[in-house]
């Protein structure tokens, strides 16, 4: 096997719950191929049906997440991040506090809404299931509930951008303000000294 390249990091492992969702997904299709899913409800019957199976009707998607764990460890155990990806990570500065928190995507809105529904649908799962649900039930959205979510994002990001601009002013602003009680001290040095000259030319 090859040595897995920085820029295709190793996809994550799946649990057997996040296989049995997704057999699920794929038997539904197939016997509806034209209906639309209902996510939330989806999920939940999912979640409710895994409860009720038995050990021995998990046993398959057991060795499934399995066997994606050797898949992972081992490409994981030859992935090399490049170059470009360590500089990233070291030029990380730290944040100021102050400044106005960046807009949230349409997406993002999304999960701030959707998150806490998979959570609950789907106990025990890695966070990276719950983004993949969550990027799974993005993408089966209308496009009218999208909308909804594009003018969060637009009326966000019109709030990031004053906010910005005000911060940057601000800040343009006090970096080009002396510092008054430094210049005080100087001036006042500067005019003992005019003074102690005037007395020598007495």
Known sequence: MGKVSGD???KGRMSAYAYFVQTCREEHKKKHPSENVVFAEFSRKCADR?????EKEKQRFHQMAEKDKKRYDSEMANYKPSKNEKASRKRKRAKDPNAPKR???AFFWFCNDERPKVKETMPDTTVGEVAKELGRRWNDISDEVKAKY???AAKDKA???KEANAYKSKKTKESAKPKPKEESEEEEEEEEEEEDDDDDDD
């Open 8 to 10: 295709s990091k190793p």
């Open 50 to 54: 895994w409860k009720t199976m038995s």
């Open 103 to 105: 807009a949230l995507s």
């Open 150 to 152: 594009e003018a969060l």
């Open 159 to 161: 709030r990031y951008e």
